[in-house]
């Protein structure tokens, strides 16, 4: 058997590794072609010497020479920065890429690889947040490309909507587990430190996603994925909150059916479908035992206590460049609190605040160039008004 050529960008963080771990249990199916990592020299460094991949990318131009003074005997292709990522994963030898970096930064990667024909396991969804209209008119463009979700919501409602119709199809519900602050009260959530944020009930994440999580912004970030990725209208988008996170997400039918994908809190099993579709694999990671379950709950989401998640939806509305803003505001916020520098309620005060000075000049149908000027011009924003 032929075996496909794998670039996972963002090798380093909590998808890449996991897809690593995924890679290496498909070795009969796959290689381990490329790698990218932004900081962390010394793991990539590793992930080399373990691995061989063919190429390997080192996106912090700072970190460049630390890992090429490391690599002896290795032969070998190290690139540096963000072209060098767009090199990787346009490579002719690649098949498959995984986007697992995390924020803006995979916006370019993700559509040059949807470019030149590749299968793109996606699970930077930042990037369909901020150029979403732009990624599925190039997917829609080539005949070959393919983007498969991976992260565990979208995974459940692409597999949940196979061979269903579009006039059979009601309601998308996206499950979330409410974070660690599901049951404060606005009092609590002013004392909330970047560790007590960091500590997810349910899931092992990278830093940014997981203040994400507890904000309920992952949440807002993944319903306008859903809009993108299922072309589905806002207004049949529903969050629902289920704290065990055993039920990955539904999809409502016409006739009153629910159809629901379960599983254990284990993303490596939504990364190797992504690989293996639409073949699926027996593997030895975790499984459910149905007879363990002692009770599964779902409620609806508070919109006043967890505001970003109305501001995803305002974002989605608006359409444009505000998605692209309001996911830029974010990410600038979210590294600022995990710095200490601001509180966590004043993460959704900013976004309010930039969104709204955006509002009047909001660009409708934005090709790349206009998207990611309207994230550059918000992430200054952003900045400046914690300064003040
Ligand atoms: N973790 C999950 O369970 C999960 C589930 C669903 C979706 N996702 C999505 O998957 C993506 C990755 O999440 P994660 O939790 O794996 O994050 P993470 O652990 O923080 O890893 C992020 C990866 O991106 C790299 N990176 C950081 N900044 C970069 C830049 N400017 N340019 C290029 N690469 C950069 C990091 O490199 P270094 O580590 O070397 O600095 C690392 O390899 C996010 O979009 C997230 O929303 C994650």
């Known amino acids: 058997m032929v075996k496909k050529k794998l670039a996972i960008i963002g090798s380093t963080g909590s998808i890449g590794r996991q897809t690593v771990e995924v890679a290496e249990f498909l070795g009969d199916q796959i290689e381990i072609y490329g790698l990218s990592a932004h900081n962390q020299s010394s793991l990539l460094t590793e992930q080399i010497r373990t691995l061989h991949p063919k190429k390997a990318v080192v996106t912090n131009p700072l970190q460049y020479q630390q890992v090429a003074s490391e690599l002896t005997g290795w032969d070998g292709e190290l690139l540096s920065g963000a072209e060098g990522l767009i090199e990787l994963v346009t490579d ?19 559509l040059a690889a949807l470019k030149a024909g590749k299968k793109v396991a996606l699970a930077n ?16 463009r080539r005949g070959k490309s393919q983007l498969i979700p991976v992260d565990s919501e979208h995974s459940a409602i692409f597999q949940c909507l196979q ?16 974070g660690p602050f599901r049951q404060f009260s606005l009092k609590q959530m002013e004392k909330i430190t970047p560790k007590a944020a960091l500590a997810h009930p349910t899931w092992q994440m990278g830093g940014k996603i997981t203040v994400d999580s507890a904000t309920l912004m992952n949440k807002g970030l993944e319903v306008i994925e859903a809009h ?18 055993i039920v990955h997400s539904l999809i ?8 629901a994908q379960l599983g254990p809190a284990d993303m490596r099993l939504p990364i190797q ?28 989401p508070d919109f006043q206590l967890f505001p970003c998640l109305a501001l995803a939806y305002e974002a989605g509305k608006t359409g444009g460049t505000m998605p692209a803003v309001l996911n830029a505001a974010n990410e600038e916020a979210v590294w600022s609190f995990l710095a200490g520098r601001i509180s966590f309620l004043e993460i959704p005060r900013l976004i309010t605040k930039v969104m ?11 090709d790349l160039e206009t998207i990611l000027e309207a994230d550059h011009w918000a992430r200054n924003l952003t900045r400046q008004m914690m300064v003040f």
């Open 228 to 245: 993108w990725l299922f072309g589905v209208d806002y207004e049949w988008i529903k969050v629902v909150i289920h704290p065990q996170s």
């Open 163 to 178: 061979g269903i119709t579009k006039e059979n199809l009601k309601t998308l519900h996206l499950t979330a587990s409410g």
């Open 273 to 300: 479908l992504a690989l293996t579709y639409p073949q699926r694999k027996p593997n030895p990671f975790s499984r459910l035992d149905l007879c363990n379950l002692s009770e599964l709950q779902f409620y609806p």
């Open 125 to 140: 969804k930042e990037s369909l947040v901020a150029a979403g209209e732009v990624i599925m008119a190039e997917l829609g």
């Open 356 to 366: 709204n000075e955006h509002m009047k000049r909001v660009s409708q149908r934005p």
């Open 92 to 110: 002719p030898e690649v098949d498959l890429v995984v986007s697992a970096v995390v924020g803006a930064a995979g916006i370019k990667p993700t």
């Open 252 to 259: 409502e039918l016409v006739d009153g059916s629910f159809l």
